[in-house]
């Protein structure tokens, strides 16, 4: 994942406080399928709560509609935890409706931040039919 995705997550997910923030990440193919991150496109968190998040419906088709016509992906589906860890809760499981996508979640809690730049926790899930795997992401 380019480091100014993940510098635009991390400024998103800041700027949200105190409520999750949410994304997704455009992708030229899917992750799994070898595909890479090509741009954030922060969306709205209609459930506006410091405890789950719901992407916009009309940000959700806009970016459905974007990436069908220029021939790209949902890479990921981004959002952040703010007093916990970045691992997907069992609502997060059990609204995780995109089995092609990673699921990335940003920690704001500073028990997670990485100990050698204080930077936030960022870590990716693959969740197919509630089976959770954490998948690592390569920075870039």
Sequence with gaps: MPAAIRAAIVAHARA???NEACGVIVGDRPAAAGGRALRWEPTRNRAASPFRYEIDSDDLLRLTIATDDADTVFWAIVHSHVASPAR???????LAFYPDALYVLVSLHPGEADPATGEPGLRAWRIVDGTVHEITIAGG
């Excluded at 997907?88 to 059990?94: E, K, R, V």
């Design 88 to 94: 997907p809760s069992p609502t997060d499981i059990g």
């Design 16 to 18: 949200e406080q105190p």
